[in-house]
């Protein structure tokens, strides 16, 4: 998901979750940092599903896809199959749970589509096999087990689906929804996410020049001014050129991988140093593969970064 506006809990929010990370390596697509989606205003009664209807983007064909596929593709999609298995548990059950809250309540003649703007990012099994290669079967069996172990559990909270957002890394702290979109949710606080501090795609940095600040900005400043940081290293605010902006819009704006930044001037230079990757919200994807190598179960990870969260199972 590339963007991550702050607005009203009913408007078209910058959310997700959704890093496509290259497994190999383990390094982020800078395209694909948040999922704008539609958050309802209701917390749909949890239910459970074995299908979804899938617009796939690249031909605008509607398919309905088994569950358990869907979700081995988003993992497959959205985590480095070289994560612990109890990671990849907990991005399964994440991202199982993101769609049943999605189904609910959409409005479309779909539930979900496959572009990572969107929706949850996800593989079929032809990308996979262009992705990992060699390695195809190997990944996708590990995958495919992780997936079937936690298959028809949900997250939820008072009985209710939880709208289980995800990241990617966060600055060490995750972000509260109230920072992100104005509104508190009881789950989507901020939790201690020590790891992500030790990812080696942690700290990123960009340099931009005072003219293309002005252009990319649509302002005329030559320097940044009133910078308000939330306690979660979040930009809350920062004025420019006799305007206000949040972190998120410059973010946006300037294709940084967070919000989470400090700017510095040298000349008619402005380097951001950024901390994380995404929108911080809801669970570490990084912070979860540290808690797993730490010992931690998929349910305690799960529970760490949903806080007062069940898992139902079906």
Same mark, same amino acid.
């Given at each position: 998901m590339k963007s991550i506006f702050i607005s009203g809990l009913s408007s078209i929010i910058a959310l997700?979750?959704?890093p496509l990370w290259t497994v190999a390596a383990k390094k982020v697509d800078a395209k694909s940092v948040s999922a704008d989606i539609k958050i309802s205003d209701s917390q749909p009664k949890a239910k459970f599903y074995d299908?979804? $209807?899938?617009?796939?983007?690249?031909t605008g064909e509607i398919k309905e896809i088994d569950a358990t596929e869907y979700i081995i593709g988003v993992v497959a999609a959205e985590m480095p199959a070289l994560y612990d +298995?109890?990671?990849? $548990?907990?991005?399964?059950? &994440?991202?199982?749970?993101?769609a049943c809250y999605r189904r609910d309540t959409s409005n479309n003649n779909y539930d979900l589509t496959t572009n990572f703007s969107t929706d949850q990012a996800y593989c079929s099994i032809q990308q996979m096999k262009e992705k990992w290669g060699e /390695?195809?079967? &190997?990944y996708y069996s590990k995958i495919k087990n992780v997936v079937s172990a936690v298959e028809g559990q949900l997250v939820c909270h008072n009985g209710k689906t939880a709208l289980t957002v995800y990241h990617a890394?966060?600055?060490? $702290?995750?972000?509260? %929804? *109230?920072d992100v979109w104005g509104k508190e949710i009881p789950y989507l606080t901020s939790v201690d996410s020590i790891g992500d501090k030790l /990812?080696?795609?942690?700290?990123?940095?960009?340099?931009? *020049?005072?003219?293309?600040? /002005?252009?990319?900005? %649509? &302002? %005329?400043?030559?320097?940044? *001014?009133d910078i308000v940081q939330t306690q979660t290293k979040y930009v809350r605010s920062v004025s420019f050129g006799g305007a206000t902006f949040t972190g998120s819009e410059l973010q946006k704006a300037l294709n940084l991988r967070s919000a989470a930044f400090d700017i510095a001037k040298s000349g008619d230079n402005f380097t951001?140093?950024?901390?994380g990757y995404g929108h911080g919200v809801g669970m570490s994807q990084s912070g979860a593969d540290y808690m797993a190598k730490q010992g931690s179960s998929y349910k305690e990870i799960l529970y760490w970064y949903y806080p007062?969260?069940?898992?139902? +199972?079906?």
């Open positions: 997700l979750i959704i299908k979804f $209807k899938l617009l796939i983007d690249d +298995e109890e990671a990849l $548990k907990a991005q399964a059950v &994440a991202a199982y749970t993101f /390695n195809y079967e &190997a890394i966060s600055p060490g $702290k995750t972000n509260p %929804s *109230s /990812n080696k795609d942690y700290v990123s940095t960009a340099t931009f *020049s005072n003219a293309e600040i /002005n252009e990319k900005l %649509s &302002a %005329s400043g030559t320097d940044f *001014s951001f140093t950024v901390f007062g969260c069940k898992i139902v +199972e079906n």
